[in-house]
């Protein structure tokens, strides 16, 4: 039976950040489920496709059904925002001749744009769409650029004047970077807002930042720990 509740966000989870983005979620008071088949996309208002990695969770996706349950649920009108491989999946080509996999966003990614894992990195940058004033931290891991985006595309962040960093369409938002493995609550906000889902009345109104949250949170996900 689908199980059906218009104000959670989902996140699929097959592979890659999933835990983090349901923490960060739960932070800012929005209700969200992990999401292993079709029929728990069923009434969703918004759907998170995590960072990992791009082949690995469009095969998982394809062995469960869920790549044709996706295209559905975005046909009829489903908000989806993909951090990472999450962004690779949505594009619309990428660079590597292979071909795209959902392509719901006009937009062409170089995939592994900067190097091995070895060649993560992290920077601060105020990103004024989505919040004011504040200095947002990113966390990029062996992550692709954006060099391209079509009409209907707006860029919220170019890094350096030669590539995209975070854009979106009416129904897609794309980071290529991992908000939810850093403090800020930012970019979870500006998604429920995209999904118009009203922020809790028990979370405060400026609550940008998970003051709880260290480089080792996700510990606290781990069944070992
Ligand atoms: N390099 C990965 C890929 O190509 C993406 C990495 C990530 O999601 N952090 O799928």
New binding site residues.
């Given amino acids: 039976m689908a199980i059906t509740d218009s104000s959670v966000i989902g996140v699929i989870d097959l592979q ?2 999933v835990a983090e983005h349901l923490n960060h979620l739960k932070e800012i008071g929005i209700a969200a489920r992990a999401i292993k088949c079709a029929a728990e996309l069923d009434g969703l208002s918004g759907l998170i496709i ?8 469009s095969r998982l996706m394809r062995s469960f059904g869920l790549d044709c349950a996706i295209r559905r649920a975005y046909d009829n009108g489903l908000k989806i925002w993909g ?4 962004a ?1 999946l949505l594009a619309r080509e990428n660079t590597s001749g292979l071909p795209p996999f959902f392509g719901f966003i006009d937009m062409v990614v170089d ?2 744009a900067f190097g091995s894992q070895l060649d993560s990195f992290s920077c601060n940058a105020t990103i004024p769409a989505v919040v004011e004033q504040d200095s947002i931290p990113l966390t ?5 650029k954006i060099v391209h985006v079509g009409k209907g595309v707006r860029v919220l962040l170019k890094i350096n004047d030669d590539y995209i960093a975070a854009a979106e369409s009416d129904q897609i938002l794309v980071t290529v970077f ?1 908000p939810e493995l850093t403090a800020s609550l930012a970019f979870h906000r500006y998604f429920a807002s995209k999904c118009n889902l009203p922020q809790a009345s028990y979370i405060e109104e400026d609550k940008i930042v998970d003051l709880n949250w260290t480089p080792k949170s996700w510990m606290r996900f781990s069944s070992h720990v």
Wanted: one cysteine or more; proline letters at 9%; glycine letters at 22%.
């Fill in positions: 890659g950040g995590p960072g990992g990695e791009s082949t690995c969770m951090t990472c491989a999450g690779i995939r592994n990029f891991i062996r992550a692709p991992h």
